[in-house]
């Protein structure tokens, strides 16, 4: 609902003479709760005087509150572009002025300018959305839940209730024009269900601190490329019950994304790059729940902002989209069964490569979690992925207690509802015989698979990744294939793929293997 005229200040910030003397044109943006103008190396973001049911800014001082909150909250994961608060004052002569000596009349957030391609969005439209990115990105967003306050207040179960519900009243209401209603009651009953199942779970991470002042908004649109790093911004400051969520909610967001535009591969690199950082294993079994309460809430606003396009080509875009995020919803409730998959072989096989290609392929979305020795041993001694550990790392105390983790943390997933590919060499009988276990004990299946190529191709592999001084976790050197090429592995029963050719052909025939294997016992 607007509650004021705000006209005259729109019709001034769009005039070039209402900043400095270099700005030459404005270009204006708009969105249902706010309007930003870009003049030159800035930009001006304008509160629009609406209340709605999440959201007031129905009066200046709530504006200018709301304007001084975004900054805050803001700068915490993009202070080079957040720069501050202005007014636009109402001046002696009558006019207005932008940051004036006169009276206030209305708020804006001032802010750098950037360009608009470099959003993440734009780039995922132009297919230029560099794969490469989603680590650094998984970084900023764990940096930016590792710095948000705790706030036991907000989310568990009553929190996602609250979507839940937010969202069936919405169905409800474009039941029958937009949607089908049988779709929107199958939706309802399926989160309602999933939330009372992990209710507890919810509410234990709530008491645990893993509710926090997130970012809320968090899709490709709020993420911009900034000297090469992605940089969240346009987080939201004026409802706590959007903003103050469990990380994985805030998280999930994303990926839902990702996963709809079928950036597969990047929602699943983005995942286990996010779990890395974090100790979340035992809570992956709210993550169905999460994507599709992100989904629903999608659907429902672009049925929404349907209703208020007055342009018919537009309108039917939105409600199309809008039925494939509901439809988007209902498939994240129906998820495909934990599986374990094992990768090994020899030190330049290529393991890192295949679980890398087939793991978003594997299990629910967005994809198994992958768990590979070499970062988790690196783990173990309080070190970056990275850095390279010296012999004191390949001790068999130390070699065993990796792969105990690894089983350890597989069954953690596993019990979770999450598929998971185990990466490591497995060069011991007892080794490959404790992966299976773990699928044995967890009742779920298990496929092993074993990568084979001359040793010519994994020297001459190892010495390429050695000169591209890529931050790979793995500190094989040719050296080490040397000594590995000594070990007796012993009669290897997981299935064999030829690794020395392509590594296409090399998916394709994992790929027929997995499909092969996904529901054998």
């Known amino acids: 609902m607007v509650i004021e005229d705000q006209r005259e200040i729109v019709e001034f910030l769009s005039t070039p003479s209402a900043y400095d003397a270099q700005v030459s044109d404005v270009e204006r943006i708009d969105t249902h709760s706010a309007i930003v103008f870009l003049a030159g190396e800035r930009a001006y973001k304008l509160k629009r005087a609406v209340r709605y049911d999440y959201l007031d800014f129905s009066t200046l001082e709530r504006r200018r509150a709301a304007c001084e909150a975004e900054v805050?909250?803001?700068?915490?994961?993009?202070?080079?572009?957040?720069?501050?608060?202005?007014?636009?004052?109402?001046?002696?002569d009558g006019g207005l002025a932008l940051g004036g000596r006169g009276t206030p009349v209305d708020w804006l957030v001032r802010m750098v300018r950037f360009n608009q391609s470099a959003l993440l969005d734009r780039l995922a439209a132009s297919h230029a959305l560099d794969i490469e990115l989603m680590p650094a990105l998984a970084r900023a967003i764990s940096d930016l839940h590792a710095v948000a306050n705790p706030r036991k207040d907000q989310g568990g179960r009553d929190g996602i209730a609250w979507v839940i519900e937010g969202n069936a009243e919405a169905f409800a209401e474009f039941a029958g024009s937009v949607f089908e209603p049988e779709a929107c009651g199958r939706v309802n009953a399926l989160a309602r269900a999933e939330?009372?199942?992990?209710?507890?779970?919810l509410d234990g991470?709530?008491?645990?601190?893993?509710?926090?002042?997130?970012?809320?908004?968090?899709?490709?649109?709020?993420?911009v490329l900034l000297d090469g790093r992605p940089t969240l911004f346009d987080a939201v400051e004026f409802n706590d019950r959007i903003s103050c969520v469990d990380v994985l909610y805030d998280f999930a967001f994303l990926l839902m994304d990702l996963w709809r535009l079928r950036l597969h591969a990047h929602a699943n690199l983005l995942f286990n790059a996010y779990l890395a950082g974090t100790d979340a294993l035992a809570a992956l079994s709210l993550v169905p729940l999460f994507l599709s309460c992100r989904?629903?809430?999608?659907?429902?606003?672009?049925?929404?902002?349907?209703?208020?396009?007055?342009?018919?080509?537009?309108?039917?875009?939105?409600?199309?989209?809008?039925?494939?995020?509901?439809?988007?919803?209902?498939?994240?409730?129906?998820?495909?069964?934990p599986r374990l998959v094992a990768i090994g072989g020899l030190p330049g096989s290529g393991k890192s490569v295949l679980a890398r290609r087939v793991a978003p392929s594997v299990g629910a979305a967005p994809g198994a979690v992958v768990l590979r020795s070499d970062v988790i041993r690196?783990?173990?001694?309080?070190?970056?992925?990275?850095?390279?550990?010296?012999?004191?790392?390949?001790?068999?105390?130390?070699?065993?207690?990796?792969?105990?983790?690894?089983?350890?943390?597989?069954?953690?997933a596993i019990r979770a509802g999450q598929a998971v590919i185990l990466d490591a060499v497995f060069g011991r009988p007892e080794q490959r015989a404790g992966a299976e276990e773990v699928a044995r004990s967890?009742?779920?299946p298990f496929t092993g698979l074993w990568l084979d190529a001359p040793t010519p191709v994994l020297m001459d592999r190892i010495e390429a990744r050695t000169r591209q001084r890529t931050a790979d976790p793995s500190d094989a050197s040719v050296d080490v294939l040397r000594a590995r090429l000594t070990d007796d592995v012993g009669p290897v029963e997981w299935d064999r793929i030829d690794a020395s050719g392509g590594l296409d052909a090399v998916q394709r025939r994992a790929d027929r293997l997995l499909a092969r294997s996904a529901t054998a016992p």
């Open 72 to 92: 805050v909250v803001n700068r915490r994961s993009a202070p080079q572009l957040y720069l501050g608060v202005v007014s636009v004052t109402r001046e002696a």
């Open 195 to 201: 939330a009372e199942r992990h209710g507890d779970l």
């Open 205 to 223: 991470r709530r008491r645990q601190g893993f509710v926090r002042e997130c970012h809320g908004d968090l899709h490709l649109r709020n993420i």
């Open 295 to 337: 989904s629903a809430v999608r659907a429902k606003t672009n049925a929404t902002a349907a209703k208020l396009e007055p342009d018919l080509t537009r309108r039917a875009a939105l409600e199309a989209t809008a039925r494939e995020y509901l439809v988007g919803a209902e498939m994240y409730l129906h998820p495909r069964p």
């Open 378 to 412: 690196k783990s173990l001694f309080g070190v970056p992925a990275a850095t390279r550990l010296g012999a004191e790392g390949y001790t068999q105390t130390v070699t065993d207690s990796v792969y105990r983790q690894l089983g350890e943390r597989a069954a953690v």
């Open 442 to 444: 967890a009742r779920v």
